[in-house]
């Protein structure tokens, strides 16, 4: 089992930045590729973001290329999602989640076996 926390939620204005952070406990940290995801109201969960089990690939959803950047730091057990210029439209919650998967398959939310609470992003215009 890998236990998740996400914390960094809040409000934020159009433009603004925000950065989540996600502690792991459980198993090895460095065994899992991380991602990010979110869910907005009544809308399906979408993947954001994800890195591999060293942090070496990285990838995103258009919507946020250019805009955030996810990181990991295995000797925290903690992975970051850094959000910039941030619009109305990323309004959600955010989650994020654990794979044992490798490569592009690790953008699939199918993929993820272990999820956190979640932490609530508003942006307001």
């Known amino acids: 089992q890998v236990q998740l926390a996400e914390s960094g939620g809040g409000l934020a204005q159009a433009g603004g930045s925000l950065r989540l952070s996600c502690a792991a406990s459980?198993?090895?940290?460095?065994?899992?590729?991380m991602g990010w995801f979110r869910q907005a109201p009544e809308k399906e969960r979408e993947f954001v973001a994800a890195?591999?089990?060293?942090?070496?690939?990285?990838y995103y959803a258009d919507s946020a290329k250019g805009r955030f950047s996810i990181s990991r730091d295995n000797a925290k057990n903690t992975v970051y999602l850094q959000m910039n210029s941030l619009k109305p439209e990323d309004t959600a919650v955010y989650y994020c989640?654990?794979?044992?998967?490798?490569?592009?398959?690790?953008?699939?939310?199918?993929?993820?076996?272990?999820w956190g609470q979640g932490t609530q992003v508003t942006v307001s215009s």
């Open positions: 890195t591999t089990r060293s942090g070496a690939s990285t």
């Open positions: 989640a654990a794979s044992r998967s490798f490569g592009q398959s690790i953008t699939l939310k199918s993929n993820y076996a272990y």
């Open positions: 459980g198993r090895t940290f460095s065994n899992y590729a």
